[in-house]
Structure formats: structure tokens, C-alpha cells
């Protein structure tokens, strides 16, 4: 294990159990895997095509005439009628391209999910491409800057980094306006945890979020003590290990064993239970091959959360199961385990709708903002402790 992760490792067996009170999130994902799409399935015409196609006339005509701002709103409000329409995702991009050439790439790769014999939209999505591709790789790279400044400031200082790990969940968490404030799957407070957490009693009329928040506890420290020890590849047999801990406290007999049912995320559905081992051995030969090596490690998080809640092989758990998939990946490679806030939700199933339809580039941004929030607030934490800064 590396001098970075060890950063971080004791943090995250105090913090990410409060980070995750990973259940706080718990939402039905849909699925989302860009590499296994079954692009036959092709969307119904939206019922309201006929309006949507003369909200795009009447805003082609306001962008002739220079109005941008009422040429926007008809171009958002004919998407939002009819959002698999090809002409109305290509000429929306257009409009889009000089402003905000990353939204524009995105719709012209949403026109070619619909349509892929677009040669227009092929054309336009060709030449924007190169551009988004150094936005995405300059987004990155400030990330890794900010992560080595983190560095820069928690180097011999392990017991104050892994105390900001704890306090940034304490703080984003139970505090007003954070996860347990908002969100009301989970109703244990701060001080019920931490009794669960530091004498595992059990607690009177909690007990669902206590067996949840024993089962990540257990999966945290096999993450901590086994996944981050290890030099091999991240596998399926981890996956499987870490959801059996995720599960063992509230069904037991589904711990760590694919669904035999067909379950439902969202609007989507995911592959049938006949599918799933084969999905899995799939996923398992990409973690296992040299595809992630040259990925950036947020771009494998990112992909890796993506492809196990597309095929959402669990019964139950899936989406703590994704998390903390992302987290070991994330940590393995010297980064903070990132804080996946309540008000993210919608963003999240958004983007990772977005990556369903074929474009993933949206979801790994989506990683990307909630992994350096994360340093963010750490660096603020620490510099406010007034940690001596120490060349790495």
C-alpha cells in the first residue's frame, strides 16, 4: 500500500461509515453501461413531437434573428418534449457549440445514439470532439494538483488528516443542511452511530439503519484491511466480498449471491437474472485487463460505479455496493474517499442516465466535481488547523 493511501486509510474506517451512511443515498439507479447497450431497443416518438418540432422552427427562427436568449428557451423546451428527437438534439447542439462546446458534443453524441447514420451530427461531433477531450483532460489535472497540494499539507501529519477526514463528514453529514437533515431513509443521529460504531449496541427503533450501518462498517474494513493491502487488480470476487459485508445484517441469504429476479431501477431495466453471471465475467475480464491502466483512476471509478449499477446484479444494495467499489479505487490510487452529498442525488441519476444512452463523459465529470469538492474541503480544514506544510 502506498505512503498516499495510508493517508487515508484510518479516516476512512472512522469516516466513511458517516460518509456513507452510504444508505442516506440509497436511490434506484438507473443502469447505465455505454459498452453493453442494447441499441435495438429504440425509444418511442414522444407524443408531443408534433409541439416539440414547432418549438424548434419557431427557435431557429429567434437564433436568425440574433435573440439568443428566447432562441435558448425554445430549444430547451422542445428537448424536454421530445428528448430522443435527432433533428431536435443536432440543431440544439449547434446553437449550443460556441457557447458551450461540452453540452453541444453531448447532445451531438445523443443525436447518433437515435440516429448513428447522422452524417451531420457525426460530422459536428468529429470536430468538437478533440477540444471536450482537453477540457476533460484540464479538469483532471487541476484535480491531481489540488491532490498533490493536500499531500503537501497532511505529510507527517497522519493523525490531523485522518481527524479532517472524520470532521468533513461529521460536518457535510449531521449537520444542518447535510445528508441526515435531508434525507430520510436514514434516521440515526450523529450520536446513535458513533455508539453503534464504538460499542456495537444495539439500538432501540433503529433497527434497520443500525444492521445497514453494521454491514458497512464490516465492508469498509475489509476494504481497508484486505482491498488496499493488495497489489492485484480490483476483481468481481472483491465486488462479491464487499457486498456479502454490505448485506450480512439485513439479508443474510442474499449476501454476496446474484439475483435469480428480475429487479427495476428508475425507468430502466436492467439485464435479466439469466444474464447476469455473463455481464459479470465481462466486467470482470475489463477490471482484470489493461484497460483501466490507462484510464486516469477518477475515469476507472467513474466507469467501473457505472458498469456494476448497469447491471445491478444484486437483489438488494447495489448502489452502497457501487459506492464503495468507487472509493477502493479511488483510495487505491492515492485519493480521498469522496463524499457523495444528498443534494447530489439528482445530478447523479441524471448523469448516470446519460451514460445508459452512451455518452459516460458526463458521469465521470460528475465523479471528477465530487472528488475535488472532497480535497477541497479538506485542504480548507487543514490549512484552517494550521497544519505545517511539509515538502511530499
Not at 447542439?93 to 443525436?111: M, Q, T
Not at 487541476?142 to 490531523?160: W, Y
Not at 460499542?199 to 439503519?209: I, K, M, Q, W, Y
Not at 483512476?297 to 449499477?309: G, K, M, S, Y
Amino acid at each position: 500500500m502506498s505512503s498516499k493511501t495510508q493517508l487515508f486509510v484510518a479516516g476512512f474506517v472512522g469516516a466513511i461509515t458517516l460518509i456513507a451512511m452510504y444508505q442516506a443515498f440509497e436511490m434506484l439507479e438507473p443502469p447505465g453501461f455505454n459498452l453493453m447497450l442494447d441499441r435495438s431497443v429504440i425509444p418511442d416518438p414522444s407524443p408531443l413531437e408534433g409541439e416539440a418540432l414547432a418549438l424548434l422552427k419557431a427557435a431557429m427562427v429567434m437564433k436568425t434573428k440574433g435573440k439568443r436568449e428566447k432562441a435558448l428557451k425554445l430549444f430547451q423546451q422542445a428537448s424536454g418534449l421530445a428528448p430522443h428527437n435527432p433533428d431536435i438534439l443536432l440543431q440544439y447542439g449547434e446553437f449550443l457549440e460556441s457557447h458551450d462546446i461540452v453540452k453541444a458534443e453531448h447532445l451531438y453524441n445523443r443525436a447518433l445514439s437515435f440516429n448513428p447514420s447522422d452524417s451531420r451530427a457525426l460530422t459536428n461531433r468529429q470536430r468538437v470532439l478533440p477540444k471536450v477531450k482537453q477540457i476533460d483532460k484540464d479538469m483532471l489535472s487541476i484535480i491531481d494538483e489540488k491532490r498533490r497540494k493536500l499531500f503537501s499539507l497532511a505529510t507527517g501529519s497522519l493523525t490531523l488528516m485522518n481527524r479532517a477526514v472524520r470532521e468533513v463528514c461529521y460536518q457535510k453529514i449531521y449537520a444542518p443542511g447535510g445528508i441526515e437533515s435531508k434525507c430520510e431513509k436514514n434516521s440515526m443521529a450523529l450520536s446513535t452511530t458513533r455508539a453503534i460504531k464504538g460499542t456495537r449496541v444495539d439500538v432501540v427503533g433503529n433497527s434497520v439503519e443500525h444492521s445497514k450501518a453494521e454491514g458497512l462498517d464490516e465492508a469498509i474494513k475489509y476494504i481497508n484491511n484486505t482491498l488496499l493491502q493488495e497489489s492485484e487488480s480490483i476483481s468481481v470476487h472483491n465486488i462479491l466480498q464487499i457486498h456479502k459485508r454490505v448485506l450480512r445484517h439485513t439479508n443474510p441469504l442474499e449476501a454476496g449471491i446474484y439475483r435469480v429476479s428480475q429487479v427495476y431501477a428508475g425507468e430502466l431495466v436492467p439485464p435479466p437474472p439469466s444474464k447476469v453471471q455473463r455481464h459479470m465475467s465481462q466486467f470482470n475480464e475489463w477490471l482484470l485487463s489493461r484497460d483501466p491502466e490507462m484510464l486516469h483512476p477518477i475515469e476507472f471509478a467513474a466507469i467501473a460505479h457505472h458498469r456494476l449499477v448497469y447491471i445491478h446484479p444484486f437483489i438488494d444494495g447495489n448502489g452502497r455496493t457501487a459506492r464503495l467499489l468507487t472509493n477502493a479505487i479511488l483510495m487505491r490510487a492515492g485519493f480521498p474517499p469522496v463524499l457523495m452529498m444528498c443534494e447530489d442525488r439528482r445530478l447523479y441519476t441524471k448523469h448516470i442516465n446519460q451514460a445508459h444512452h452512451g455518452d459516460i463523459r458526463p458521469f465521470i465529470r460528475f465523479v471528477a466535481t465530487v472528488t475535488e469538492r472532497t480535497i477541497d474541503l479538506l485542504i480548507s480544514m487543514l490549512l484552517a488547523q494550521n497544519i505545517k506544510i511539509t515538502a511530499p
